[in-house]
C-alpha cells in the first residue's frame, strides 16, 4: 500500500508539472518543451518508476554515480542528459554513455569529447552560458560565444543544439526574468544565422514556470518530480 501510495504521489508531481508547461506555452504553438528529470542522488527504482509513468529524458550531474544506473536501465530506452561540470578526465565516459551534454564551456573539453564519441553517433551539445558572470559557475561570457560556436562547429561528432542557463541561488524573480530574456535573445541571434532550432536549457523545480514564460525549450526538474532530497 506504501508503494502505490508513493507511485501516486510521483505521478501527480508528473501531471502538475506537465500541466503548467502546458498552460504557459499554449499561445506559442513552436514552444516544444523537453522534461529532463534531474536523477541525482536518486536510486535506479525511482529513476525506473518516472520511467515507467512516461519520463524518457533524465539528468545526471556526477558521472561515477550516472554510470551504473545508466548500466541498469539499459533496456529502458532513456535519453541520458550530463548537466553537471565536466572534467577532463571524464570525458570519454561522457561521451560513450550521454545523449546530451548540457555544461560545454571550454573547447579543450569539446575536442576531448568529439574524440570519444562512439561511431556513428553525435553528441547533443548545449552550450553553457555565464550571464551574470557569477564566479561560482561554470559557462562562457556571452562575448566569447561567437568565437566558441565557430569552433565548436568544426567537430564533426559534435552536434550543437543550444544554451543552457544556471542562474544565481541568490537570484530574485525579476533578476531571473531579465536574465532569461537575455538567454531568449541571444539564442534568437543564433538562429536568425543558423536557421536551425536553438534549445534553451532554463528553468528548475523553482523557476521553470518563470523560464517557460521567456522561452524554455528544456527544464531541469528534480525536486519537482522526486520530491526533496533526504
Excluded at 561554470?138 to 562575448?143: A, F, H, R, S
Amino acid at each position: 500500500m506504501r508503494q502505490k501510495k508513493c507511485d501516486m504521489v510521483m505521478k501527480n508531481k508528473i501531471e502538475k508539472v506537465l500541466t503548467d508547461i502546458d498552460e504557459i506555452t499554449k499561445n506559442y504553438k513552436n514552444q516544444k518543451v523537453k522534461l529532463v528529470a534531474v536523477s541525482k542522488k536518486k536510486p535506479v527504482s525511482e529513476i525506473l518508476k518516472a520511467a515507467k509513468l512516461g519520463i524518457k529524458n533524465f539528468g545526471e550531474n556526477y558521472l561515477q554515480e550516472s554510470l551504473p544506473k545508466i548500466a541498469n536501465l539499459r533496456d529502458e530506452k532513456i535519453i541520458w542528459h550530463f548537466i553537471g561540470k565536466i572534467q577532463s578526465n571524464k570525458c570519454k565516459d561522457i561521451a560513450e554513455n550521454f545523449e546530451w551534454v548540457h555544461t560545454l564551456d571550454r573547447l579543450k573539453i569539446a575536442e576531448k569529447l568529439n574524440k570519444y564519441v562512439p561511431k556513428g553517433k553525435k553528441l547533443n551539445t548545449l552550450i553553457q552560458i555565464n550571464l551574470d558572470h557569477d564566479e561560482n559557475k561554470g559557462g562562457i561570457d556571452k562575448e566569447n560565444l561567437d568565437d566558441f560556436l565557430c569552433e565548436l562547429k568544426k567537430l564533426e561528432n559534435l552536434s550543437f543544439r543550444g544554451l543552457m542557463i544556471m542562474p544565481s541561488v541568490e537570484a530574485k524573480e525579476n533578476e531571473l526574468t531579465l536574465l532569461y530574456k537575455e538567454a531568449f535573445l541571444l539564442a534568437d541571434k543564433i538562429y536568425l544565422s543558423e536557421k536551425n532550432k536553438i534549445e534553451l536549457s532554463m528553468g528548475m523545480s523553482q523557476d521553470f514556470k518563470i523560464a517557460l514564460k521567456e522561452g524554455s525549450t528544456i527544464i531541469r526538474i528534480g525536486t519537482g518530480i522526486f520530491g526533496e532530497r533526504q
